[in-house]
């Protein structure tokens, strides 16, 4: 948690530095010839002469929001939910129908952030809590979800509303695959005497 604050701080630092040099420091750094202008008369009209002929600059408000704009954002922290929820994500090689794979890397320095790699993909993805008990993984920034059943794992793209990898699965989600054809759960409705076969 202490390196987790620490890059946050050294963050704000790094930003304050960069609005103080824009707008406090330009005004400092007059050259030698600026500072003698404001003595002599002539040399004030030769440094005028010469500051119109100068590229206007850029100023302070409009350059900030691209410098703070080019700076990584930093990660939320998770909750103690949310890393409960990441300590049951299954991690390492998944295969996927039609010869697809999903390899799920948790992250040692971000604890609770998975990096989901593919073909053609690859997605930062952080848990998010479900009332249904599904484990879910999202990539908001992307519009990429990981959902983790019991029998089986997929991968959306919210986005364009379709499925990127689907029936992935490791040996304990196979194997509970597997279980459930062998022993199928109960029937919601009984339709015995309704006409329709068992």
């Not at 960069?18 to 750094?29: E, N």
């Not at 484990?135 to 908001?140: H, S, T, V």
Request: charged letters at 20%; glycine letters at 8%; aromatic letters at 6%.
């Amino acid at each position: 948690m202490m390196s987790i604050s620490l890059k946050g701080i050294a963050m704000q630092k790094a930003v304050w530095g960069l609005m103080f040099s824009l707008v406090v420091l330009p005004g400092w750094a007059q050259s030698p010839s600026a500072q003698s202008a404001k003595s002599h008369p002539k040399a004030q009209a030769k440094a005028a002469v010469k500051t119109t002929a100068k590229a206007p600059v850029k100023p302070a408000a409009a350059v900030l929001p691209a410098a703070l704009a080019a700076m990584p954002l930093a990660e939320a922290h998770m909750g103690e939910d949310e890393l409960a929820i990441a300590e049951r994500v299954h991690k390492g090689h998944l295969s996927c129908e039609l010869g697809a794979s999903v390899r799920v890397e948790a992250d040692a320095s971000r604890p609770g952030y998975f990096d989901l790699h593919g073909k053609g993909f690859h997605y930062r993805m952080r848990p998010v809590a479900t009332s249904t008990g599904a484990i879910r993984l999202e990539d908001k920034k992307a519009g990429a979800v990981w959902l983790q059943l019991a029998n089986k794992s997929m991968l959306m793209d919210q986005n364009k509303g379709r499925r990127i990898a689907d029936e992935c699965a490791n040996s304990e989600q196979m194997a509970f695959a597997q279980n459930m054809k062998n022993n199928p759960p109960p029937k919601l409705f009984d339709t015995t005497g309704m006409g329709r076969p068992d």
